[in-house]
């Protein structure tokens, strides 16, 4: 008896995320899908539904329900920072004093406030975060540590880092 083809995304109500947390099933359309989109979210559906073999409207309809479900969760236009005026890119590690639950949130809410903070990753290990600041220059990060990251009650010890060159630069998942 032959496997009846799936002509859809089927999403179920179960997985290791826990009962009732909605779960994508990805097929290979939609991964291919989502492929083209990680390169160019910028490309028309039908352009799109031409690269899968798939009408206009079912491969539309499979992207409203990936995002629906979370699994695109945004398009975003990707910047050079160079040519925005934000050229400095610098990676600090931060250890906090403590780790109660409310103080590591109250601090990854504090940072993800500000905007030069493009990313805001809480670690295992010797240090508790690492941030991705972007700037002008390393007298705006001077400003940024005094002012705002070491001003900070929570915060025991910083370590930062000046990227010299950015040897890969890619938000794209492998899938």
């Keep these: 008896m032959e496997t009846p083809r799936r002509t859809h995304t089927?999403?179920?109500?179960?997985?290791?995320?826990?009962?009732?947390?909605?779960?994508?099933?990805?097929?290979?359309?939609?991964i291919r899908i989502l492929n083209i989109l990680q390169e160019n979210a910028d490309l028309h559906v039908n352009y799109?539904?031409?690269?899968?073999?798939?009408?206009?409207?079912?491969?539309?309809?499979?992207?409203?329900?990936?995002?629906?479900?979370?699994?695109?969760?945004?398009?975003i236009a990707i910047l050079?920072?160079?040519?925005?005026?934000?050229?400095?890119?610098?990676?600090?590690?931060?250890?906090l004093k403590q780790h109660a639950t409310f103080i590591l949130e109250g601090f990854a809410a504090e940072v993800n406030s500000w905007p030069e903070v493009q990313y805001c990753?809480?670690?295992?290990?010797?240090?508790?975060?690492?941030?991705?600041?972007?700037?002008?220059?390393?007298?705006?990060?001077?400003?940024f540590l005094n002012e705002k990251l070491c001003g900070l009650e929570a915060v025991e010890r910083v370590q930062s880092s000046v990227v010299l060159k950015e040897c890969k630069s890619m938000a794209a998942l492998p899938l």
């Design 48 to 75: 799109i539904a031409n690269q899968v073999y798939k009408s206009t409207s079912s491969t539309h309809e499979r992207i409203r329900k990936m995002r629906e479900h979370g699994v695109i969760q945004k398009y």
């Design 121 to 143: 990753l809480h670690l295992s290990g010797e240090f508790d975060f690492v941030l991705h600041v972007s700037l002008r220059d390393t007298q705006e990060y001077g400003e």
């Design 80 to 95: 050079d920072r160079r040519l925005v005026g934000r050229p400095t890119l610098v990676v600090t590690m931060v250890r």
């Design 10 to 30: 089927h999403f179920s109500l179960s997985g290791p995320f826990g009962k009732g947390r909605l779960l994508p099933s990805l097929d290979g359309t939609d």
